[in-house]
């Protein structure tokens, strides 16, 4: 395959400018006797297979193709870091792998996870270097022991009924991400359209403060009606400390200051065209540089309805 699969960032709303996409050749093997781990194939040179990462085994488009049950199986890729990608925080990402997964960096084993429909982070900062690095992954993925969740992947060879082919290994994009040491690691939006405010709840990493800034304007391209930002002084209890995350938190941003005239539905200009919040929040120089929220437009004639409170429509993110 001459082109990365997936080279798209997997959470397009939290898509920082610096991470990495890993997706593409990667060396493999299987190991169909589960001893790989005491025969130390996490320090293994040579590799029998190539496969197309985020392409499971099971799929002809990861090169491989084998449709028979694989119990475990090994990947492994080098990778190259500059100065600077290394100087913060370097976050190894996996968006699934199915299912009891173990991740080794440079001959050391930095984290497991079990469950392969769930994403899942290691932080390898401390196991990196520049220049070259190993990454090892070994997935065990046993269908037949009954011990753990498998959706409608069969359990027999063949497909039958709504059951088919298994998923084995990696099965989702894989990325690095290169974050300073305080950063805002995740957020939510809660706009409340009736009340005219944005509820932000934010996760973050390292010391310092949280800033939001919040702009109200019109799809339209008319100039935006007003901005205002909020700097948060963490009480006592919110001390954050190096490396470990923060209790979650609310910010309350009114955004209710002279909306335009209102016809057909809350967050509709006259013309009936949506409003769209730019939204930004700022933790100690990482933020989240853009957010919209958009409400659905009406049909023609007719009144859009709500089907959610206004506390629970959905807010669209971007981060950097």
């Not at 084998?66 to 870091?81: F, G, I, N, R, S």
């Not at 037949?144 to 298994?166: F, N």
Request: charge should be positive.
């Amino acid at each position: 395959m001459n082109t990365m699969p997936r080279p798209e960032h997997p959470l397009p709303q939290w898509e920082r400018s610096t991470w990495k996409n890993l997706n593409g050749e990667w060396d493999f093997s299987f190991d169909f006797g589960k001893s790989g781990v005491d025969r130390c194939f996490y320090e293994k040179k040579d590799w029998e297979k190539k496969i197309i990462v985020p392409f499971c085994p099971e799929s002809d488009l990861s090169g491989i193709g084998y449709k028979d049950y694989m119990d475990a199986v090994w990947y492994h890729k080098t990778v190259e870091l500059t100065e600077v990608e290394v100087k913060g925080r370097v976050l190894l990402h996996f968006g699934a792998v199915d299912y009891d997964a173990r991740v080794w960096i440079n001959g050391t084993e930095v984290g497991r996870h079990k469950g392969g429909y769930t994403s899942f982070t290691f932080d390898i900062t401390a196991y990196v270097q520049a220049g070259a690095n190993d990454i090892a992954v070994y997935a065990e993925d046993d269908l037949r022991s009954g011990k753990q969740p498998h959706g409608k992947q069969s359990g027999l060879y063949y497909s039958h009924g709504c059951e088919y082919t298994r998923t084995t290994g990696i099965w989702q994009t894989v990325w690095l991400e290169f974050v300073p040491e305080n950063y805002v690691k995740k957020a939510r939006f809660f706009p409340n359209v009736e009340a005219g405010t944005i509820t932000i709840e934010a996760v973050t990493v390292g010391d310092g403060s949280f800033c939001a800034e919040a702009g109200c304007g019109l799809s339209s391209g008319r100039p935006v009606s007003f901005s205002l930002s909020v700097m948060l002084s963490l009480p006592a209890f919110y001390s954050w400390k190096l490396y470990h995350e923060s209790k979650s938190m609310s910010i309350f941003l009114n955004v209710k200051a002279a909306p335009p005239k209102r016809d057909g539905f809350s967050g509709s200009d006259r013309h009936g065209e949506p409003q769209l919040f730019q939204m930004r929040a700022q933790r100690s120089g990482a933020r989240l540089k853009a957010v919209r929220l958009r409400r659905r437009r009406p049909a023609r004639g007719r009144a859009a309805k709500c089907t959610r409170p206004p506390q629970c429509q959905p807010a669209y993110i971007r981060s950097g």
